[in-house]
């Protein structure tokens, strides 16, 4: 029995490599969460960029409630199991009436681990409607496995290295996945998926969790570090991250944000 997903969902991840929307925020918590990130914008004096957009978790107290939010993680359990581990997060930012995309891409081949049992859940701040540029998914292609990606950085991609699948997907291919505020999409590590731009009047705010179960690997060297959110590590593969325990942006925070983002660009790839 699911602890948040209907049978179907899980049938639907199964087949086809992703489901939703599933609702696991209440409106005020998107209000809360969202305040908190402009808050941090409006005193930074620019919009959220690297580092903060990366492993925001580790540094923003609305982060960190998004990663351990029970209906995410109920949810991400239904999928992969109990013992979860964080092992990174993508502030996926478009601001309204902007050329902002994201080409044809597997996250797999970002993230190199083993076995593909890895979950991206995309959290919606905002409506992520068609207008707004929400993301396209391929159903059943996840089950081909990894495919051959190119590495061709665009000014207006939103992932900033731009490796992507090209030649197989156009514009229109795949299926839409909207994702009205407060809810989130699930999709799998070799599911296909690319967004168009945000033509609409409100930014699209997406918060990208990637969570793995604690018995996958890494790859590639070095090795990243991750945060175990639910269950137990028995594996130990990564460098092990502590939640954020004082306040947002505290120096203690800042510090341990700032090692885990090195770690991370060094680990594995840009994202
Ligand atoms: O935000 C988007 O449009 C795409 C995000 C993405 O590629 C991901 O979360 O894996």
Redesign the pocket.
Known sequence: MPKKLTAAQVQQYRDDGFTGPVPVLTPEEVARFRAGLEDFERRDGKHLTFPERSKSHLLFDWADAIVHHPAVLDAVEDLIGPDILCYHL?M?I?EPDTDAV?IW?Q?DDYFHLSPAEHV?A?VALSD?SEAA???RMVPGVYREGALPHIEDPQPNH??RRGKGIYGRFGEGDGVLVPVPAGSMSL?HTHTP???GPNRSGDR?I?V?VSYIPAHVKPMTQPVNSALLVRGQDRFGYYHREERLAAASESAAARAAHEQAYKLYMAATIDR
């Open positions: 993508t996926h478009k994201i891409h996250d991206t995309w992520a540029g929400c993301m939103l992932i999709h998926h690319c967004s699209r997406g990208g």
